[in-house]
């Protein structure tokens, strides 16, 4: 049995959406100053969606705030779990919201920051996109390796399941590479480039975020052993902690302690 198989996630309820940002916020401003403490540097995946959006704007308000400056953001690495192939400047670009929310505000080093190419970025295809990202994580992992240390691996979840651009019973969900493109999702944008589950779990920490009442079926299934083909939210977790973190709204159908 794995590691992985043989841990028991960690579930977390806030009381609603707003809570639930600004805990993450502060627990993610943790994580990386603890990580920077032992290695030096900090690394982290984020994600797009309202809470995620959120929570990159709490995080910004925390490093604005000299009792709460922790973290040195020139040596964090910033990778993204999925992206909309669209142009750059188009408003679903996961990598808009974040710069907007987040990575304009703090002092980061640009070549510790690694968006997945935007269709005009040279690329014709969303495969070719996927297989150059996944070289720029070769490349800083570097010693052979796949995946470079990812210290917190940020998820938002969908109603269905769905994380990242992993979709119930799509091809993602049983392709093996780290880095995967997908084409017909089911959601607009339907072209788009996604890390794989291979990836998700290399991360040592994968933190799920959900709030709403819509996603609380999605997320009972997920902790009570779905199959991740079908609810892709099941296979993600981390190689040292999975940590769901909802509001009241998304915790409604676990089992009462």
Same mark, same amino acid.
């Given at each position: 049995?794995?590691?992985?198989?043989?841990?028991?996630?960690?579930?977390?309820?806030?009381?609603?959406?707003?809570?639930?940002?600004?805990?993450?916020?502060?627990?993610?401003?943790?994580?990386?100053?603890?990580?920077?403490?032992?290695?030096?540097?900090?690394?982290?995946?984020?994600?797009?969606?309202?809470?995620?959006?959120?929570?990159?704007?709490?995080?910004?308000? /925390? +490093?604005?705030?000299?009792?709460?400056?922790?973290? &040195?953001?020139?040596?964090?690495?910033?990778?993204?779990?999925?992206?909309?192939?669209? %142009?750059?400047?188009?408003?679903?670009?996961?990598?808009?919201?974040?710069?907007?929310?987040?990575?304009?505000?703090? +002092? /980061?080093? %640009?070549?510790?920051?690694? *968006?997945?190419?935007?269709?005009?970025?040279?690329?014709?295809?969303?495969?070719?996109? +996927?297989?150059?990202?996944?070289?720029?994580?070769?490349?800083?992992?570097? &010693?052979?390796?796949?995946?470079?240390?990812?210290?917190?691996?940020?998820?938002?979840?969908?109603?269905?399941?769905?994380?990242?651009?992993?979709?119930?019973?799509? *091809?993602?969900?049983?392709?093996?590479?780290?880095?995967?493109?997908?084409?017909?999702?089911?959601?607009? %944008? *339907?072209?788009?480039?996604?890390?794989?589950?291979?990836?998700?779990?290399?991360?040592?920490?994968?933190?799920?975020?959900?709030?709403?009442?819509?996603?609380?079926?999605?997320?009972?299934?997920?902790?009570?052993?779905?199959?991740?083909?079908?609810?892709?939210?099941?296979?993600?977790?981390?190689?040292?902690?999975?940590?769901?973190?909802?509001?009241?709204?998304?915790?409604?159908?676990?089992?009462?302690?």
């Amino acid at each position: 049995m794995s590691q992985q198989e043989d841990q028991t996630p960690d579930v977390v309820v806030l009381p609603d959406a707003d809570h639930l940002a600004r805990s993450v916020a502060s627990a993610l401003v943790a994580r990386l100053a603890a990580a920077q403490a032992v290695h030096g540097t900090a690394s982290v995946v984020l994600t797009g969606g309202g809470i995620g959006t959120a929570v990159l704007e709490r995080v910004a308000a /925390l +490093a604005a705030e000299p009792e709460h400056a922790v973290v &040195d953001w020139g040596l964090v690495d910033v990778w993204w779990g999925d992206e909309r192939f669209v %142009p750059v400047d188009h408003p679903d670009r996961n990598e808009l919201g974040a710069r907007e929310s987040l990575l304009t505000k703090v +002092a /980061l080093d %640009p070549e510790r920051v690694h *968006p997945i190419p935007s269709s005009d970025a040279g690329f014709d295809e969303p495969e070719e996109a +996927a297989a150059w990202y996944a070289d720029q994580l070769a490349a800083v992992a570097g &010693d052979g390796e796949t995946m470079p240390r990812i210290d917190v691996l940020l998820l938002g979840m969908g109603p269905e399941g769905h994380v990242a651009s992993i979709f119930p019973e799509s *091809p993602a969900a049983t392709d093996d590479r780290p880095v995967v493109a997908v084409r017909d999702c089911p959601k607009p %944008p *339907p072209t788009r480039v996604s890390l794989g589950f291979t990836a998700i779990t290399a991360a040592e920490e994968v933190w799920l975020l959900v709030s709403g009442e819509g996603k609380a079926e999605a997320v009972a299934r997920a902790l009570s052993g779905a199959d991740p083909v079908q609810l892709p939210a099941a296979g993600a977790q981390g190689k040292q902690a999975t940590r769901w973190l909802l509001d009241t709204a998304a915790a409604g159908q676990l089992p009462r302690a």
